[in-house]
């Protein structure tokens, strides 16, 4: 690594951390109905607005040493963690893609989801105004990086734009029909809206074939997600039936439907790779049925239990 690409990732890391400052109020503030541009940051308690110095991502916090400098309410180490982790994902997405309009574009699908991600383990909620909005601007990403890539062809960026809705419409299409199979199948809402809408807009951003991909992480992760929360309430209320009940619980969706989808965009090739060579290999059926007869039983246990429970 040279002395050029040293500082320009400096810069870029920093140029995410101040995006991650941006994030945290817009996760904080979305949700609650409140404009994202006025007032400027403040405290919550004594409203007391922070000063240039206070502002700096991530030092800010340090300095202060987590407590506002008026009042002393404590400061949540969330927002320095928002910052560091958004600034890491932006000098990775400059580490695979350099100096292109692949690294802007996909830099901001992911503060998108990151934010997404987010409001959704605060509020179960993932707002119309970020997923339309992530929507169309994935789409314009689209369209620009099809013609830039194509030698500025306005062919090239209507190929692209295509190909974008074209995975809108999958996205939209393959979780509407999962939340209507797992309804009737659980008895009960099993997705809300908001899910689908999440799903199209990385469709927009990407192809048909990361949403396919995405759909299926994204519930493998969520069915890790479920047996992980309900095992540490097995552990902490000591009692099985305390881990049992966590499946009739509703838990958020949108988290394993970003991090599919973001696997999907940046390690899909390699992974659908590694599954053909899985299916080409004798152990295939090591692996597949002992997969297939746990889901197959998970899915009869959670169903009896949110019948139990109804």
């Known amino acids: 690594m040279n002395i050029y690409d040293t500082i320009v990732q400096v810069i870029i890391f920093w140029l995410g951390a101040a995006i991650g400052s941006f994030l945290n109020v817009v996760v904080y503030r979305i949700p609650a109905g409140l404009s994202i541009l006025w007032p400027p940051s403040r405290c ?35 927002y320095p963690i928002v910052e560091a982790i958004t600034a890491i994902i932006f000098v990775l997405v400059y580490n695979r893609y350099g100096l292109s309009i692949q690294t802007v574009g996909y830099s901001l699908l992911m503060c998108w989801l990151f934010a997404l991600t987010l409001i959704d383990l605060d509020t179960m909620t993932l707002p119309n105004s970020l997923t339309q909005s992530g929507l169309v601007l994935g789409l314009t990403f689209q369209y620009v990086a099809g013609y830039l890539d194509t030698n500025h062809s306005v062919a090239g960026g209507r190929e692209y734009l295509i190909q974008g809705i074209l995975g809108m419409l999958v996205g939209i299409w393959l979780y509407d029909t999962i939340a209507f199979v797992g309804s009737i199948m659980m008895g009960q809402l099993a997705q809300g809206g908001g899910d689908a809408k999440l799903m199209a807009t990385i469709g927009a951003w990407s192809s048909w074939k990361v949403v ?53 965009l940046f390690r899909g090739d390699w992974l659908i790779e590694s599954y053909l060579q899985l299916m080409r290999s004798p152990d295939r059926y090591l692996v597949g049925i002992p997969v297939v007869i746990f889901l197959l039983v998970l ?6 239990m949110r019948l139990r429970g109804s």
């Open 44 to 78: 919550p308690k004594c409203f007391h607005q922070l000063g240039l110095g206070e502002n700096i991502p991530i030092l800010g916090w340090l300095l202060l040493r987590g407590k506002c400098r008026h009042c002393k309410t404590p400061i949540s180490p969330r």
């Open 212 to 264: 396919l991909l995405a759909g299926g992480l994204a519930s493998v992760l969520a069915i890790g997600g479920f047996i992980a929360v309900a095992a540490y309430s097995a552990v902490s209320g000591r009692s099985f039936k305390a881990g049992a009940t966590q499946f009739i619980k509703p838990l958020p969706f949108g988290p394993a439907i970003a991090l599919g989808g973001t696997i999907a």
């Open 299 to 304: 899915l009869v246990w959670t169903r009896r």
